[in-house]
């Protein structure tokens, strides 16, 4: 199994940027199908980008056009890189990993392996 630890949340201005990594251990990713995922109080964790296998990424269309996923084999490392961020973006940031196969990887149920999540506020 692989195990997930995220870091690079903060607080940041609107319009600023952040990265965000998750560096997986036990297995390498490139073996997963990758998702971040994001939970603002009160809110259902909600998909923000999937990445299968090294290969095609999908973006929520509240992200698309301002995040970005990217991995670094050599390190075994996701990233998340997040420009021109909006208050709305403000959420607790989670990466997981699914060894499954499903047609609905926009489900958070679909990934049986999680990260402990890494705090990002952007302020106004």
């Known amino acids: 199994q692989v195990q997930l630890v995220e870091s690079g949340g903060g607080l940041v201005q609107a319009g600023g940027s952040l990265r965000l990594s998750c560096a997986a251990s036990?297995?390498?990713?490139?073996?997963?199908?990758m998702g971040w995922f994001r939970q603002a109080p009160g809110k259902e964790r909600e998909v923000v980008g999937i990445?299968?296998?090294?290969?095609?990424?999908r973006y929520a269309d509240s992200v698309k056009g301002r995040f970005t996923i990217s991995g670094d084999t050599a390190k075994n490392t996701v990233y998340l890189q997040m420009n021109s961020l909006k208050p709305e973006d403000t959420a607790v940031y989670y990466c997981a990993a699914s060894s499954y196969y499903t047609t609905n990887y926009y489900d958070p149920s679909a990934f049986n392996y999680w990260g402990q999540g890494t705090q990002v506020t952007v302020s106004s």
């Open positions: 990445n299968w296998s090294g290969g095609s990424t």
């Open positions: 036990g297995r390498t990713f490139s073996g997963y199908v």
